[in-house]
């Protein structure tokens, strides 16, 4: 059996899909081959991922920013590419019209089947024409964290217990209990103004780290987080240092060998929770319920209807890092 799932962006959504991958393998030992489309930014990140065979890069993003003429030629290589394969099962796991554009064009083989949302949960992103894009549209719980709604609609499409969402979600990657080196990552960067987090408390949060014989590291992904990140390195002094400028596969390699994370409500906190670091995630809004750790007591989120404080973001820190796996001594608590 051969499964694509199309989850094109973003990071952060990209990175809560992933536990469907052990789902799948557990629960269907036939499986032969899963596929992944995703855009381009995350194709390095999910090459890293063990278990599947091939990640194909759609540059939607990018495309729509340029003349059709000047992307025919790669648009149709996507395409080809694409249909060089018959699937038992499609997932799109995204229910987007632009998502559901994939799967739809996704060759089958005899039986095979294209799924999707049937409906919409809250604050989650939803289409409603992609009901009638794909041979399976599948009913939703109205209320569910992404990453068991992620769960819930592979195991419905693929016929096993939904019953998985209760158990803990399974990454394909994980840091090393004990082999923490004496670095935070602060994930500062986000694509959204109601995310951001006050730089003087990234400031006095990375003052109170390097106190404590912490160094903090500073990741950015574009110039204007570059500038951001360089303002608050300046505001901590020594102590902290401003990474440069790389894809997600070798940040995934930074991540995996550093302490922990502290970070706002983005694609990179996901991606610490994923490696198993401890973490602490900043939500300036009320939504940590959907997108927000689960279930391990050295990740937290913090904050919800309205941003947290300084003294809320250490206290939980300090919570995570005396419940991180294997009590690690390198780094001072």
């Known amino acids: 059996m051969r499964i694509l799932i199309v ?17 799948i393998r557990r629960h269907l030992p036939d499986v032969t081959a899963i596929d992944w489309v995703a855009e381009e930014a995350f ?18 993003r990018r495309w729509r920013n340029l ?15 694409l249909r060089e394969a018959r699937y038992d099962a499609v997932i799109d796991f995204q229910g987007l019209v632009k998502s559901a554009w994939v799967a739809r064009r996704a060759l089958l083989t005899e039986g095979g089947f294209s ?12 289409e409603w024409p992609v009901r009638w894009m794909v041979s399976r549209a599948l009913p939703m719980p109205r209320r569910m964290h992404a990453v068991a709604r992620t769960r819930y609609l592979a195991a419905t499409a693929m016929g096993y217990d939904p019953g998985v969402v209760d ?17 935070i990552v602060l994930a500062h960067g986000t694509t959204r103004a109601d995310n951001e987090w006050p730089q003087a408390n990234w400031i006095a949060i990375g003052r109170r780290l390097v106190a404590e014989g912490l160094t903090v590291r500073l990741p950015q992904a574009n110039a204007r987080e570059e500038r951001v990140a360089s303002l608050i390195a300046q505001g901590i002094g020594e102590g902290a240092r401003v990474l440069p400028r790389m894809g997600l596969a070798a940040l995934l390699g930074e991540m995996r060998d550093g302490a922990g994370l502290i970070g706002v409500d983005t694609g990179l906190s996901h991606l610490g929770v994923a490696l198993g670091l401890p973490v602490v995630e900043i939500f300036s809004q009320p939504r940590a319920w959907r997108a927000g750790p689960v279930g391990r007591a050295h990740q937290r989120a913090v904050g ?3 941003p947290p404080d300084v003294h809320a973001v250490m206290e939980a820190w300090a919570a995570c890092w005396a419940a991180r796996p294997g009590q690690a001594q390198p780094v001072p608590a």
């Open 304 to 306: 919800g209807d309205r």
């Open 115 to 126: 799924a999707t949302f049937g409906n919409a949960s809250e604050l989650c992103a939803y």
């Open 7 to 23: 989850k094109l962006s973003s990071l952060g959504d990209v990175v809560q899909t992933l536990p469907v991958l052990h789902d």
């Open 167 to 183: 158990t803990p979600p399974a990454y394909p990657w994980a840091a090393e209990p004990g082999k923490a080196l004496p670095w």
């Open 43 to 60: 194709v390095d990140l999910l090459r890293t991922v063990p278990g599947i065979e091939r990640v194909l890069p759609y540059a939607q």
């Open 67 to 81: 003349p059709r003429s000047a992307t025919r030629v790669e648009r149709r290589a996507f395409w080809r590419s």
